[in-house]
């Protein structure tokens, strides 16, 4: 692998889409990548599947020791989570003549489509949430073999630099206003009517037991029902606040998964928006995080008609 654009990341972020084919190119790509920084002193993070941690671990041998390693199953099965670990990473590690590097692959190819479209707003939404950070490198593995085309052709509109064939270079088609449209992708209609619950501020407890009473009857586990049943309710508290004062509730089963989504006339006008750790102190503002930690998908959408949340929880 070539390092010609190293200097790229010693003072700003540089965020970097790798094509490979396989597992092979994938460990000799990531091999070479990763020990060049643990052996050039900088800290290093890689967040993949677990499978392929446990073959990185073995093809680095004693290098590993200076690797930090995390699933992404875990990690970022919802893409909103993903961002406020390179976050912590950054803001742990990072400072002036100190580079890093990561390694994260949020796109594979056991992803629904659905994940896929908020994996393609989260690559677009990094060079948004890192634009003045310290500097490092992160470099976001695709495998053409299994992926879609079309995700491969999105990685290089979501990445500023793509490495393909061991040579870096700038993408010819990067997108840099892709984040400001993030928040206005169409989200597909239910495949019939759902469950529907207009609410205002007297009948939030209502929207409770709505949103309970129909998760148990699509099959949720009890658990999940509870988690369910809090996101929509801090949601409901941002509708009554922020979104006019009213809004309406949608849920239905979808496959193997209970969709539930809120809706009011309030406008988001931040993309980040839920990507950002509340500081303890910190008394607003909760109300997404808390969404986007509690559900496995979570999908945002605003315009000048109004703002749609989409929750996902797999049955």
């Known amino acids: 692998m070539t390092t010609t654009a190293a200097v790229d990341y010693q003072h700003s972020f540089r965020h970097e889409a790798l094509f490979y084919a396989g597992l092979d190119e994938f460990r000799d790509c990531m091999v070479d990548f ?17 499978t392929k941690v446990a073959m990185l671990e073995a093809a680095l041998g004693p290098k590993a020791k200076g690797v930090q390693f995390a699933d992404m199953a875990a990690v ?13 990473f950054v803001a742990h590690h990072g400072g002036p003549g100190r580079p890093m ?29 890192f634009a003045d950070s310290p500097g490092w490198w992160l470099l976001c593995p695709y495998d053409t073999t299994t992926l879609d085309p ?10 500023p630099y793509v490495m393909a064939g061991g040579e870096c270079a700038g993408s010819d088609c990067f997108d840099a206003e892709g984040t400001l449209h993030s928040l206005e992708l169409p989200l597909a209609e239910p495949p019939f009517r759902p469950q529907e619950l207009p609410f205002h501020r007297r009948r939030l407890s209502e929207v409770r037991g709505f949103v309970a009473r129909h998760a148990v009857a699509c099959g949720l ?14 949601l409901a508290i941002n509708s009554l606040r922020h979104g006019g004062g009213d809004g309406i509730v949608r849920l239905w089963r979808d496959g193997a998964s209970v969709v539930c989504e809120v809706r009011d006339s309030g406008v988001i006008r931040e993309p980040l928006i839920g990507r950002h750790r509340p500081a303890l102190e910190q008394e607003s503002g909760r109300g997404l995080w808390l969404v986007n930690q509690l559900c496995d998908l979570v999908q945002v959408r605003s ?3 109004g703002s749609v949340i989409r929750l996902r929880m797999n049955v």
Do not use: F
């Open 303 to 305: 315009s000048a008609a």
């Open 221 to 234: 586990p009890a658990i999940r029902i509870h988690d369910l049943v809090l996101a929509v309710h801090e």
């Open 150 to 159: 079309a995700v491969v052709a999105d990685a290089r509109r979501t990445h």
């Open 101 to 129: 590097r990561g390694v994260g692959e949020p796109a594979y190819a056991e992803r629904s489509p659905d994940e896929m479209v908020e994996c393609r707003s989260h690559e677009s939404l990094l060079n948004l949430a």
């Open 34 to 50: 990763i020990g060049d920084g643990v052996d050039a002193g900088e800290p290093v993070l890689v967040v993949v599947s677990a």
């Open 76 to 88: 970022g099965q919802n893409p909103a989570r993903i961002i406020p670990v390179w976050k912590d």
